[in-house]
T-cell receptor, first 113, second 114 residues
Framework: GDSVTQMEGPVTLSEEAFLTINCTYTATGYPSLFWYVQYPGEGLQLLLKATKADDKGSNKGFEATYRKETTSFHLEKGSVQVSDSAVYFCALRGRTGNTPLVFGKGTRLSVIA | DGGITQSPKYLFRKEGQNVTLSCEQNLNHDAMYWYRQDPGQGLRLIYYSQIVNDFQKGDIAEGYSVSREKKESFPLTVTSAQKNPTAFYLC?????????????FGPGTRLTVL
């Protein structure tokens, strides 16, 4: 079945450092891909998405590019802030039916001043 | 403001009691979902529903039950058969028609069984 693998955390960075969180997927056909963010004690918020190969999703300085050849959707940000500290989830939704999102296990990011 | 409401935010119950978690959405979404999240863990799907009066089991349905009598509402009952019910429960909804559509999440309910 469909699955998502993302790098294990926690990831600790200094403010203004470059961030990469790796995400790879296994799916039938060409799924839609998503990154969600979860702040402590809250629900998940959509950060960005991409629905076809080579699409780049972007929001709040975060970017991720849908790479079909490497089945990847890595999350990047050029300069992180303390306020970016959260848990980040990569997810996919398959094209084969009306199915729920499949999530990775999440990566905790801590940014220190 | 459109969105998903989960109530209450914190819930405490004694062991052996059934408890029902509320989830309401005013986004006119067809599909609704329940997830469980344990500390430091990812999300695990409990149940989902694509239309009124229909629902499917997810990966960890044992010890839980749901109903979908109205499009806006998808309550989750945690029964006494659930061996380890203390967790953070998240409800979500989405349009059903396309794989492009993301899921929208509620703020969650933290259930503690004493």
């Amino acid at each position: 079945g469909d699955s998502v693998t993302q790098m294990e955390g926690p990831v600790t960075l200094s403010e203004e450092a470059f961030l990469t969180i790796n995400c790879t997927y296994t799916a039938t056909g060409y799924p839609s891909l998503f990154w969600y963010v979860q702040y402590p004690g809250e629900g998940l918020q959509l950060l960005l998405k991409a629905t076809k190969a080579d699409d780049k999703g972007s929001n709040k300085g975060f970017e991720a590019t849908y790479r079909k050849e490497t089945t990847s959707f890595h999350l990047e940000k050029g300069s992180v802030q303390v306020s970016d500290s959260a848990v980040y989830f990569c997810a996919l939704r398959g094209r084969t039916g009306n199915t729920p999102l499949v999530f990775g296990k999440g990566t905790r990011l801590s940014v220190i001043a | 403001d459109g969105g998903i409401t989960q109530s209450p935010k914190y819930l405490f119950r004694k062991e052996g009691q059934n408890v029902t978690l509320s989830c309401e959405q005013n986004l006119n979404h067809d599909a609704m979902y329940w997830y469980r999240q344990d500390p430091g863990q990812g999300l695990r799907l409990i149940y989902y529903s694509q239309i009124v009066n229909d629902f499917q089991k997810g990966d960890i349905a044992e010890g839980y039950s749901v109903s979908r009598e109205k499009k806006e509402s998808f309550p989750l009952t945690v029964t006494s058969a659930q061996k380890n019910p203390t967790a953070f429960y998240l409800c979500a909804s989405s349009l059903r028609t396309s794989s492009y559509n993301e899921q929208f999440f509620g703020p969650g309910t933290r259930l503690t069984v004493l």
